[in-house]
């Protein structure tokens, strides 16, 4: 069963900038994507970023385009999402998903999720 740990959620003043990773493990075939989610009190959970680990290639929310920027690290089997220039509106929790069978920022492309990091930017 494959398993996706995040890390690297914080507090942040308006302006700053975190990096979350995303360690995938205990599985032994390749994603075909894997990105990252967020979801806020009483909203549903939106797609942030995502990226097809064969091609590198990547999909961004128009909401962070241009300040958040996905990569991955294929020897550590990791994701990354450097988020900057951030707003009160990237509070949120922060999902890392994976799925074997899509290339989309629809979570219901996704089988597999993490626990999820805690995001919260004052202004």
């Known amino acids: 069963q494959a398993q996706l740990v995040e890390s690297g959620g914080g507090s942040v003043q308006a302006g700053g900038s975190l990096r979350l990773s995303c360690a995938a493990s205990?599985?032994?075939?390749?994603?075909?994507?894997m990105g990252w989610f967020r979801q806020a009190p009483g909203k549903e959970r939106e797609g942030v970023a995502t990226i097809n680990t064969g091609t590198g290639s990547t999909i961004y929310a128009d909401s962070v385009k241009g300040r958040f920027t996905i990569s991955q690290d294929n020897a550590k089997n990791t994701v990354y999402l450097q988020m900057n220039s951030l707003k009160p509106e990237d509070t949120a929790t922060y999902y890392c998903?994976?799925?074997?069978?899509?290339?989309?920022?629809?979570?219901?492309?996704?089988?597999?999720w993490g626990q999820g990091t805690q995001v919260t930017v004052s202004s």
């Open positions: 998903a994976a799925t074997f069978r899509a290339y989309s920022l629809y979570a219901r492309h996704y089988d597999y």
């Open positions: 205990g599985y032994t075939y390749t994603f075909n994507c």
